[in-house]
């Protein structure tokens, strides 16, 4: 029941209690006001659609509460990017108004997506390849990150700003392109401290794997003092916030690009050094080379992987994280057993909760937020599709961060 003091005029308290109580920030408000009340008189209680109009008078002056809803009563639709296959396997995207009732029925935890991103594989379920999607219709997006609604787990609750990354959202469950979305609770981790959403989506997955393979490198013994480290990719998502990453470590960091015009974007970031995936590719093929990097992030695979392993001094680490390159490792064992390399595979889908905000954290401490922001173009849900072709293309540079509700 709640109390409040009455102006001299009539008025009403319309407001739907069960969603009231659960809004954290209306509720701290509302105990604020009443805290100096003098006289305190019953009011007229109604439940409808979540909304509340009335005034609460406190020593401070009068304040007119209208039309505050929760974001589950106040938007029955909403948009969403549907991808649709036909019988003749041919892909097909919509931007269409949806439901809450069309979501996921057995998610713990309704969040109002403000911002997503734009990753490898997202390229993969918006065409089709790698048959990353097996049913359809489908909303992708493996990102996302957006404020509690509702939720059924007591971890989280309404007013909470959540982040989720990977467990095959977006690819077996509905994710990020749309403007709700409702998963599980084990699979959102809080807003780290430091970041709002839209910097949350410029990291990513991409970034986020990206720090997971700086830490890998870091728990290998690979400090800057070991020697210079490889950035396979630089220009890409992941190769991109992690040269920012290692370079604001005080590595010294060499880039490897298929794109020379990235050149003044990639020292941007704090690359020492810029190498031409030509000139890697030229000439690989030897099991064994001089040795040149300490440590390597690498998002290529394939032949440039195989070449990093070959280059690498005695105890490198290798951190591997992608194939845009290729799946396949045309190398030999020699670089394991007779310099001590190690290849670490980093895995960002599935890596436990603790891992996950040891990470998120790390981002929000040691990525300099100017460098962030230059990685990053912001576009909308009708952008995504040819988004999704260009990242599969080598077209994109930095961070695509999606404005679900521009």
């Not at 009231?20 to 805290?35: E, F, P």
């Not at 790698?130 to 787990?153: K, N």
């Not at 979305?181 to 699979?187: D, N, Y």
């Not at 700086?214 to 190769?239: K, R």
Request: proline share 4%; with cysteine.
């Amino acid at each position: 029941m709640l109390y409040c003091q009455a102006l001299p005029q009539i008025w009403l308290c319309h407001f739907n209690y069960h969603e009231y109580v659960r809004t954290k920030k209306l509720y701290a408000i509302i105990a604020d006001r009443l805290s100096s009340v003098k006289q305190l008189l019953l009011a007229k209680t109604r439940m409808i659609a979540g909304v509340v109009l009335g005034y609460f008078k406190t020593g401070k002056g009068v304040i007119q509460i209208m039309k505050i809803q929760t974001k589950e009563s106040a938007m029955s639709s909403f948009k969403a990017l549907m991808v649709h296959r036909d019988d003749k396997n041919v892909i097909s995207h919509e931007l269409t108004d949806m439901q809450h009732d069309d979501l996921p029925a057995d998610g713990d935890v309704l969040v109002a997506v403000k911002y997503s991103t734009i990753n490898y594989k997202d390229g993969q379920c918006l065409t089709g390849l790698g048959r990353l999607v097996r049913e359809y219709p489908h909303v992708p997006g493996i990102d996302f990150a957006g404020e509690v609604v509702s939720s059924s787990d007591e971890r989280y609750k309404p007013g909470d700003l959540v982040v989720l990354t990977g467990w095959r959202v977006g690819e077996t469950w509905w994710g990020g392109y749309a403007q709700f979305a409702r998963v599980k609770a084990e699979w959102l981790v809080p807003l780290a401290g430091g970041l709002d959403c839209q910097q949350a989506m410029a990291i990513g997955t991409a970034g986020f794997t990206a720090m997971l393979s700086v830490l890998a490198l870091e728990d290998a013994g690979v400090t800057p003092e070991s020697g210079p480290v490889l950035v396979t990719g630089a220009a890409g998502g992941v190769g991109s916030i992690a040269t920012a990453l290692l370079a604001a470590r005080g590595f010294s960091v060499t880039a490897l690009t298929g794109r020379p015009e990235t050149e003044s974007y990639l020292r941007g970031l704090g690359a020492s050094d810029i190498l031409d995936r030509a000139d890697m590719i030229e000439g690989a093929g030897k099991p064994l080379e001089s040795g040149k990097w300490a440590g390597c992030v690498d998002s290529v695979g394939s032949v440039i992987l195989a070449r990093a392993l070959a280059q690498m001094k005695y105890s490198g680490t290798v951190a591997t994280v992608g194939l845009a390159g290729g799946a396949d490792l045309p190398t030999t064992v020699i670089p394991f057993i007779l310099r001590g390399v190690s290849l670490l595979g980093i895995d960002s889908v599935m890596a436990p909760y603790q891992r996950r905000m040891q990470a998120w954290q790390r981002l929000a401490n040691d990525l300099p937020k100017s460098q962030l922001a230059s990685a990053m173009t912001l576009i909308g849900l009708a952008d995504v599709p040819t988004a999704g072709a260009d990242i599969l293309a080598g077209k994109v540079k930095g961070r695509l961060v999606v404005d679900v509700n521009a």
